[in-house]
Each structure stands twice: as C-alpha cells, then as structure tokens.
C-alpha cells in the first residue's frame, strides 16, 4: 500500500499550521503596532518563519488582512441573507434573536478587541484594513436584518441599532471602564428601548 495519502495529509495538516502560526503571529503584531509599521520580517520572526515563508502564504496585505479578520472576528465573508436567517432558525421571536446576535457578536469582540482597534485606527491608511472594516459592517447589516425579521423598523432606527451593535460602541463603553461581562446586557438594553420606542410611534 502506497504511503503517498498520508504523506500529502501529513502535509497539508504542516501547511496548515504554518499559515495559522504566521496569521496569529500578524495579529498580535497589528494589534501593538498597526499594520503599516509591522513588516514581514517581523511577522517572520514572532511566527518563527522564514521570511520566504510569509511571502509564500501572504503576498501582500491584501491577502494576510483577511485572513486576520476571520481570526479576530471570524467572519471573512458576508453571510447571504439566506445563510444569516439560517443562523437564527431555532430562535422564535426577534426579541431572541437579537439578543443571540447581541449576545455572540460582543464575545467576538472582546476575544478580537485588539485587532478590531488596529483594524478601526487603519481604516483610512491601510486599504485592506478599511475593506476588513467595510466587510464586517456590511456582515452586521445583514445579520441585523435577519435578527429583526417580522419587525416593522424605520431606516433612522435601523441606523441607531447599527451604531449600538458595531464595534466602536462596544469599544467606548470598554474604554470607559464598563465589565465585559455587562456590555452585553447594556446593549441589549439600548436596543430594546430603541425598538420599544419606534413601536409607540406607530
């Protein structure tokens, strides 16, 4: 019996590894220093590569900004609509949905806030960084709609939950000192009240 099958899965698993150990590597970099005074000879040496190696997996930015996004925040792609409905199928009433989405989308940030801080910082200098930024809103917008499926909103409302549940907001409370642990409940809240209030209007 040829040997050759577990050789290539051996490999691809070696693979595999080096390009996370590079990924991890330009994360925590990005965080402390941002991506345009990180450079791949950096990346190299906290990954424990070579440079050639970094070059290999990661020709430029455009391709390494991606890959850290979806290790920060875990989304490199946004949902169809179909697929955000799809995460939400067993929650019954948009009040527990937003609250699952709420709920998910806040641990994200806190397991990510340090690249999402480089990331936001970056935005205007570093175009694959404003892209990530782009695509993660534009994931949030879609998943915030499945999540309020049934609920009748007006655009400006839409706009101000948009605003509680994006990163920035999460992240001033966190600067403010509010626990981790009740940014969650307070956005929540917030959210509530903004949808308790456009209900009376109507």
Known sequence: ??????????????????????????????????????????????????RATVYHHFPSLDDLVPACAQVAFDLIEVPTPQAAAARFAQLSTPTQRLAHFISESTRCYESGAPWLRAAWRERDLVPAMGEAVKRLQRGLRVLLDAALEGVAIDRQSRQVLISLLDFPFWDALDGAGMPRERIGDQISKLAETVIRDRRRRQ
Request: net charge positive.
């Open 1 to 50: 019996m040829s040997p050759r099958p577990y050789g290539m899965a051996t490999r691809n698993a070696s693979v595999e590894a080096t390009r996370r150990r590079i990924v991890e590597a330009a994360v925590r970099l990005h965080a402390i220093r941002g991506a345009v005074r990180t450079a791949w000879d950096d990346i190299a040496a906290e990954a424990g590569v070579s």
